[in-house]
Nanobody
Framework: QVQLVESGGGLVQPGGSLRLSCAAS????????MNWYRQAPGKERELVAT??????NYADSVKGRFTISRDNAKNTVTLQMNSLKPEDTAVYYC????????????????WGQGTQVTVSS
């Protein structure tokens, strides 16, 4: 059974930091691209950060502030969020997409339940 379990969300003041973690099980973690998405109230879900092997990519809105990393030995992916802004407030979702050698239409995609991040003074 596939599971993605996020943790680390919460309330933080503007300029603060949070570290989100996602623990994965039930699939071959190292062969999947791992992503963090977020969805703010009234907005569409957006891709925040991606890591494929050791290659990373970020949305323009978080570049230089967020860092995604993965530990294939522990089947975890983390999102370090620094210099947080009120507009970062959203539910953050962990996503697995793979195996990466398959075509887009053949890959499997899994989602975690989400963790709330609120940036407010």
């Amino acid at each position: 059974q596939v599971q993605l379990v996020e943790s680390g969300g919460g309330l933080v003041q503007p300029g603060g930091s949070l570290r989100l973690s996602c623990a994965a099980s039930g699939f071959t973690f190292s062969t999947y691209a791992m992503n963090w998405y977020r969805q703010a109230p009234g907005k569409e879900r957006e891709l925040v950060a991606t890591i494929i092997s050791e290659s990373t990519n970020y949305a323009d809105s978080v570049k230089g502030r967020f860092t995604i990393s993965r530990d294939n030995a522990k089947n975890t992916v983390t999102l370090q969020m620094n210099s947080l802004k009120p507009e970062d407030t959203a539910v953050y979702y962990c996503n697995a997409d793979g195996p990466t050698w398959l075509s887009y239409s053949s890959r499997r995609r899994y989602w975690g339940q989400g963790t709330q991040v609120t940036v407010s003074s």
